[in-house]
């Protein structure tokens, strides 16, 4: 089943399930199953759903308006550097263990969405990756039991000011411009998935493939990731976790392709749809 949040006909966000071409409201101006797909995923109505969505309001998929997949959550943190293509490519290899950095909430913008250059930057760029949304309080969760943590896992693309990454050791600047984490367009649940590590990962910009690699290609895996935040941090349903992006980023490119005003990316994972945000230069 693919949830998703979005705003309703009125405007309000809301939030429900994409089926067979049509919205259905599953949120306060709906079923009123729950506030936010994020408190569906908080009382376990995420993943539970089977056929009662048909009795909610329903919509044409395309008339909707994307919202973030989980647009409020109280954490997101990101991995770096996480496919060996990328290391390479950086000429990060070897690493001890995962680059983690922070990406706020409110920078974050859905499916469809424009990706917001900002006027400061002439390198911006994208990054193709799969999210996992934590599904019950977790800390120091053990490697054999991360995967009954995860609740569900959608697309995400970390766009990123460069030049505002790379000026110091710190990333957290380049990556928090707002309107440049794009997370949808659907959540899909674990259940629904089997083995992650058999999906696929494309990054498109105006339909030519930047980016292509499994998930089983990530350096750190899935589990060891959450055993490395739940050891220093507490995360809560609803909680983000983006676990890298693989080789084949503009900046490193040769020569470069970093977007321009204008450009579509397109992030394509097996199951969990195509994001797709076209850039647009803001003051």
């Given amino acids: 089943m693919n949830y998703a949040s979005f705003l309703s006909a009125d405007g309000a ?3 429900g399930v994409i089926d067979d071409g049509r919205a259905y409201d599953l949120g306060p101006t709906g079923l009123n199953l729950a506030a936010t797909l994020r408190a569906a995923v908080v009382n376990g109505t ?11 309001p329903a919509r044409h998929e395309p008339d909707i308006e994307y919202l973030p997949s989980i647009s409020d959550p109280g954490k997101i943190l990101c991995i770096g ?5 990328h290391q390479q490519e950086t000429g990060r290899t070897e690493q001890k263990a995962p680059t983690v950095f922070t990406r706020f909430a409110d920078t974050q913008i859905g499916h469809q ?5 900002p006027a400061s930057t002439e390198q911006f760029d994208y990054e193709g990756e799969m999210a996992l949304v934590i599904g019950k309080d977790a800390f120091h969760v053990a490697e054999e039991e991360a995967f009954e943590y995860v609740a569900g896992y959608a697309a995400y693309n970390d766009f ?7 000026v110091t050791t710190q990333w957290i600047p380049g990556k928090n411009f707002p309107g440049t984490g794009a997370f949808g367009p659907w959540l899909v649940p674990a259940a629904d998935l089997g083995d992650v590590s058999a999906l696929s990962l494309e990054t498109r910009v105006n339909g030519d493939v930047r980016q292509k690699a499994s998930v089983a290609d990530l350096y750190f895996s899935i589990p060891q990731l959450i055993a490395h935040v739940t050891g220093f941090t507490r995360l809560a349903a609803g909680d983000v976790i983006v676990t890298g992006t693989p080789g084949g980023v503009g900046f ?5 392709g970093l ?7 397109e992030v ?14 803001v003051a």
């Fill in 113 to 117: 969405q424009p990706a917001q250059m």
């Fill in 160 to 166: 990123t000011a460069r030049d505002w990454q790379r």
């Fill in 13 to 15: 966000p809301t939030w």
């Fill in 259 to 265: 977007l321009s005003d204008g450009d579509q990316v």
């Fill in 46 to 56: 995420f993943g539970s759903i089977t056929d009662q969505h048909l009795q909610a």
């Fill in 268 to 281: 394509e994972i097996t199951g969990l749809g195509v994001l797709r945000n076209t850039v647009t230069r």
């Fill in 81 to 85: 550097v996480n496919y060996r293509t």
């Fill in 252 to 256: 490193f490119m040769q020569p470069q």
